[in-house]
């Protein structure tokens, strides 16, 4: 009798799980191994969203994601195979119910994570799937047609293996980057990893001050280069830290942030406190309210705009001024203040707070269909070891869904 195929994925995060499923599902007379170091499937899973688990985004499209190849054609195939609505059907046939939320965001109805993941471990032990539990690889070698597994205790010997280890973020959880030590060693090049969707160092004076203040506002983005400016903007909340800014809408914006500090450009946020005005209709409004209250603190035209406590790191003593005595200087000052604020972005948190990984295996050494290596024969790539990362909202781990699901999928072909 001929010996089972068998298939190894290195690690039990969320594209591991999926490429085990995908893979077992369509080759249910392959032995499907999870090779996982920690002992539990999903950690960085259980931790997404607050603990609520933000699995996926209802507009996910391919001008979410980003990569230093010159092509999306990778991420595009994959979303197209396996994308949103597909995944959705997916979830709904292992009893998970889903509630959109802002911008699209999909949780599950329940608001926890453990409900994502207790839903894959059953599905995992229905299909016969075995999980190696504290098992870490050490090394990788692939002599004639089998690839070889070093761990810590014993050697694995397997056919086809899928590397879905994660990236750098998340440390706690397991994510050493130890895919992107693999690759490497098996001959694949590597785009620089950096932090994405991470908190920003900001010059500010009055950051011990008012940290822990929440405002929502409209914020801009602006990498300065030798001749052009590049702009984006985003709005949602923003949370003043004692180093600096995080919050969601920071977050989103962060990985223009970082990316440009990393090659030496200047980095600003610029926040807009009340985009639903114009600075004439503002102006217009100040004038009547300070018209209006000639004998109140100027703080009282200002209380509906903002945090009162971020008040005097606005404005300063100007708050405390009589209406009566605000000048047109105070007013264009306001304006500024409110419309315009501008902070120099220093620096950024590093891994121990980012969510994601940028950069990873090159998409120049991957097969655009597969995910299978250009350069060796049944290794396969996904998730965010690879050099693709999402914005903010469920899209990273969309697109761990998605490669998972490729990864195992294209084993149908193989004989």
């Not at 799980?17 to 080759?27: G, P, V």
């Not at 007379?29 to 969203?49: D, M, Q, S, W």
């Not at 690889?137 to 590397?163: A, C, G, M, P, R």
Request: proline fraction near 1%.
């Amino acid at each position: 009798m001929q010996n089972k195929k068998t298939v190894t994925i290195i690690g039990g995060g969320a594209s591991g799980i999926m490429a085990a499923i995908s893979c077992k599902k369509h080759n249910p007379n392959y032995e499907v191994i999870i090779l996982e170091k920690n002992f539990k499937l999903g950690r960085k899973i259980l931790a997404t969203g607050n603990g609520r688990c933000n699995i996926s985004n209802k507009n996910t499209s391919i001008k979410n994601y980003y990569t230093s190849n010159k092509s999306k054609d990778l991420i595009e195939n994959v979303l197209n195979e396996f994308g949103y609505d597909d995944f959705l059907e997916f979830i709904e046939n292992l009893g998970i119910i889903i509630k959109e939320e802002n911008r699209g965001r999909i949780f599950p109805k329940t608001n926890q994570s453990l409900t994502v993941v207790k839903a894959f471990e059953e599905e995992i032990k229905n299909l016969g799937i075995k999980i190696e539990y504290n098992t870490e690889v050490k090394n990788i070698e692939k002599k004639d047609n089998k690839f070889l597994l070093s761990t810590q205790n014993s050697k694995i010997e397997t056919d086809y293996l899928i590397i879905a280890t994660g990236g750098l973020s998340y440390k706690d959880l397991g994510s050493t980057g130890d895919g992107f030590k693999f690759a490497k060693r098996l001959g694949h090049t590597l785009v620089d990893n950096f932090p994405s969707i991470t908190s920003l160092k900001i010059e500010n004076k009055d950051a011990k001050k008012i940290s822990g203040i929440r405002q929502e506002a409209n914020v801009t983005i602006e990498v300065i280069e030798k001749d052009n400016t590049k702009l984006l903007s985003f709005y949602e909340e923003v949370l003043y830290t004692d180093y600096g800014l995080s919050g969601s809408s920071i977050l989103q914006i962060s990985r223009f942030a970082v990316d440009g500090l990393r090659n030496n450009k200047k980095v600003n946020i610029i926040l807009d406190y009340i985009s639903e005005k114009t600075d004439k209709e503002l102006e217009k409004y100040i004038k009547t309210k300070i018209k209006n209250n000639s004998e109140k603190e100027y703080s009282s035209v200002l209380l509906g705009f903002v945090n009162y406590n971020l008040l005097t790191h606005l404005f300063g003593d100007m708050v405390t001024k009589k209406c009566k005595n605000i000048t047109q200087q105070d007013i264009n000052k306001t304006i500024e203040n409110l419309k315009h604020k501008k902070y120099k972005v220093t620096g950024y948190k590093e891994w121990e707070q980012a969510q994601i990984t940028a950069g990873g295996v090159s998409l120049n050494e991957i097969n655009n269909q597969t995910l299978e290596s250009k350069k060796i024969k049944h290794l396969y790539f996904c998730g965010e070891v690879l050099d693709v990362d999402g914005d903010c909202g469920g899209y990273n781990l969309q697109w761990a869904w998605s490669s998972g699901w490729i990864a195992g999928e294209i084993l149908k072909q193989k004989n």
